[in-house]
């Protein structure tokens, strides 16, 4: 499939999409999220990858839904949104969540709507000091979507998700990290050259180890102990046959770096 809306390459074990209409600040249309889903098909059925980096083109990251495909006149039928987010974007969360490797989101500007609960659907989000993240929903008279009602009072707590989705205020990125929204911070200038370190970072890692990480600590938030404690034991089982924990102990016991194949 060929992209209009997104670029996609692989690099040294990992592979980075940006969002790509910076004119329309990276807005999603229905084309661009069906080149998303074929850009995370291709991470899905290619092991040699074992990191996704997400960022946007140009001084924007995401702002969520294009507005110019939803506009309505008097007399028109209302679009079903809810078919949009069926169709579109929960599926797109849900495979971002269930992805085997790291995700990174290089926020480099502004992220609203769908476009800041898409950003905070990544395992990792960095941000650049400027950035900033907009629950904009409310200020259309919807609610925030993409996965924004899960995500937001168990990173910042009850009272600030409220606040947040309320009041749709613009949130930067500072004070995002300050709140535990997002993993971290970093000035402008070197939030590509982070966020490439940590991919090619994870690219040299236990990839399986990893994966079974991501599925313990996002199921922990619908699990009680019980459940979790069967969740690990059962991770940990299968984490004890890979090739990278029998490398970890190898090389631990022969004091060198471990050689991690992913495998
Ligand atoms: C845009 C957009 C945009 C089109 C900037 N669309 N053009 C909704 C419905 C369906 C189902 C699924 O769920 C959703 C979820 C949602 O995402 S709803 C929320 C949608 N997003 C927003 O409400 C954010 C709208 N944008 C803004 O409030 C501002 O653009 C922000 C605060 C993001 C940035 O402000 P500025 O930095 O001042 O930039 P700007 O407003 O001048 O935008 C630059 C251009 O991008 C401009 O075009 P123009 O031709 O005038 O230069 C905007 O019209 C365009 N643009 N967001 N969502």
Redesign the pocket.
């Known amino acids: 499939m060929a992209y209009r809306f997104i670029l996609f390459e692989r690099a040294q074990g990992y592979a980075s999409l940006t969002l790509n209409r910076p004119e ?2 990276n ?1 999603f249309n229905a084309d661009m999220h069906g080149e998303i889903a074929d850009a995370v098909t291709k991470v899905e059925g290619d092991p040699a990858i074992r990191a996704l980096l997400i960022t946007g083109a140009g001084r ?1 990251f995401c ?6 495909d ?1 506009v309505m006149g008097p007399d028109d039928a209302p679009i079903d ?1 809810g078919d ?2 069926g169709r579109l ?1 929960n599926p797109l969360i849900r495979r971002l969540r269930a992805l085997p490797v790291p995700i990174i989101a290089a926020v480099n500007g ?1 992220a ?4 800041a609960n898409f950003a905070l659907a990544a395992d990792l989000v960095l941000a650049a000091r400027s950035a900033s993240f ?1 629950q ?2 409310c ?2 008279g ?1 609610v925030p ?1 993409a996965g924004g009602t899960y995500v937001l009072p168990r990173r910042v707590g009850h009272a600030r998700a409220m606040g947040l989705a309320l009041l749709g205020d613009k949130l930067g990125a500072e004070q995002a990290e300050t709140w535990g929204l997002i993993w971290r911070c970093v000035d402008d200038d070197k939030l590509m050259a982070e966020a490439n370190k940590l991919a090619r970072h994870f690219a040299t890692q236990p990839t399986k180890g990893l994966a079974a990480i991501k599925r313990a600590l996002n199921a922990s938030w619908s699990n009680d102990l019980d459940a979790q404690l069967d969740l690990e034991r059962d991770l940990q089982r299968e984490c004890g046959r890979s090739n990278d924990y029998r490398e970890g102990v190898r090389a631990f016991i022969d004091k060198r770096t471990p050689q991690f194949t992913g495998s």
């Open positions: 329309k600040l807005s924007g702002a969520g839904q294009d507005l110019s939803r949104l949009t987010l974007y502004v609203a709507g769908a476009g907009i904009a929903f200020k259309l919807l979507d």
